[in-house]
């Protein structure tokens, strides 16, 4: 892509991060600045065959996975045993080479590692360390590892979501874990703003736990300013706006949101129900949200009536509406590729990969997608180019810096883990 016949850099062209990250949470966050063109070097562990997500199914050869993909693209690797005192030695000049070391791990991990500001300013007083925990780390919360579903239950998501009848449930995706890691590379970044300016890095943390509790929003509004409990309605209703929610159509469900009141009343009139339009129930947003039963009784028998596609045409353009698609509809590559919002690569070992591009625009700039890095595949390169020689590698080597991968029946899981 090209801004006024000039091809512009990547925006964070220059950016090194050094990434101790598995699994989602982390990767997913730090994978939003390797589309933007920051060197993500990602460190993996020797001694349990590196990040865990190489080896989950579907599409798992070796140590690549159609899941590691989802999460690692355009990155490189290097397998280090930080708790080595060679492979410190290669780590600390790494940091000293580096603009943000990025972390997801269990909240006590980060100070047992070394790799705070505290820790890692008298090697580069600019770096900046940013910590994804799960509880974050202080108290006794801080040793407990996190997962997405446990913090979707935990932070109240879970109870909030589903049927009035029925039981809690987690989203169809792990929104926790991703959410976190959109919220911790703003962190990231706005302290790399922050160092432009004072020379200085600093600590920047954030949990899945707290990511998901601020997610809360309006909903935490009302019960912490006046007690209100937000109550689960039927068909992913709001709690408040009427009408704002799924319908069964003829033929599948339909979207409806009137967060305005000219939007209800186009509603109404493009569904020909003009009683509606004169009955002092449905005035307003008060008057339609205590007598939200009614309503939506109205509504639903009208709304089955006709076919998602047939509502659709009477009311697309004059009132927010939507399809209620399966993935596979909305995963359609035509119509992804049209909204340049598919990327496609080629993988050594998995052959054609496929996932969802970046949603973000850069006038001038357009991400190229790379597969994922094979485990500790860019070693040789980056320790060449830290200034370390053959005999410095045989050394590191022998020293035990770069480990013994353990192969993935033999693997023994540690619970450092945070999304």
Request: glycine share 8%; hydrophobic share 40%; aromatic share 8%.
């Amino acid at each position: 892509m090209t801004s006024g016949g000039v091809e512009r850099a990547a925006p964070l062209d220059g950016v090194r991060v050094v990434a101790i990250e598995q699994y989602g949470a982390g990767p997913f966050g730090s994978m939003f600045l390797a589309d933007m063109g920051a060197e993500i070097v990602k460190i993996e562990d020797p001694t349990v065959g590196g990040d865990v997500s190489r080896y989950i199914p579907p599409g798992q050869e070796s140590t690549n996975s159609l899941f590691f993909e989802s999460f690692n693209r355009g990155k490189k690797s290097i397998a280090l045993d930080l708790k080595s005192v060679a492979g410190r030695e290669v780590f600390d000049r790494l940091v000293a080479s580096a603009d943000a070391v990025y972390s997801n791990l269990r909240g006590d991990q980060p100070a047992r590692l070394r790799i705070t500001y505290e820790h890692l300013a008298p090697i580069n007083p600019r770096i900046v360390c940013v910590a994804l925990t799960g509880y974050g780390r202080s108290g006794e919360a801080a040793t407990l590892p996190g997962y997405d579903a446990l913090i979707q239950a935990e932070a109240g998501w879970a109870a909030m979501t589903g049927e009035p009848d029925g039981p809690p449930t987690k989203s169809g995706l792990s929104l926790a874990d991703y959410i976190t890691g959109l919220v911790s590379v703003v962190g990231l970044l706005v302290a790399l703003y922050e160092t432009h300016r004072t020379g200085l890095g600093r600590d920047v943390d954030t949990s899945l736990y707290d990511s998901a509790l601020s997610m809360l929003s309006y909903p935490a509004v009302w019960y912490l300013s006046r007690g209100i409990r937000s109550q689960r309605h039927p068909l992913s209703a709001h709690p408040s706006v009427v009408p704002f929610q799924f319908f069964e159509t003829a033929d599948g469900h339909i979207a409806i949101a009137c967060p305005k009141e000219k939007f209800f009343r186009a509603l109404i009139s493009r569904m020909e129900l003009p009683d509606i339009a004169a009955d002092a129930r449905f005035e307003n947003f008060t008057t339609r949200s205590r007598h939200r039963a009614e309503l939506v009784e109205i509504l639903n028998r009208r709304f089955k009536e006709a076919t998602t596609q047939q509502w659709l045409e009477r009311l697309r353009g004059v009132v927010p509406v939507a399809p209620v698609r399966s993935m596979e509809e909305a995963l359609d590559a035509d119509e992804l590729a049209a909204r340049q919002m598919l990327a496609s690569y080629e993988h050594p070992v998995l052959g054609v990969v496929r996932s969802v591009a970046s949603p973000l625009r850069m006038s001038g700039y357009e991400p190229r997608y790379t597969p994922g890095p094979a485990f500790d595949g860019d070693r040789a390169e980056l320790l060449t180019e830290l200034g370390y020689s053959a005999a410095d590698l045989e050394r590191l080597g022998q020293a035990g810096a770069f480990g013994r991968a353990a192969p993935a029946s033999t693997r023994k899981e540690k619970s450092v883990h945070a999304g």
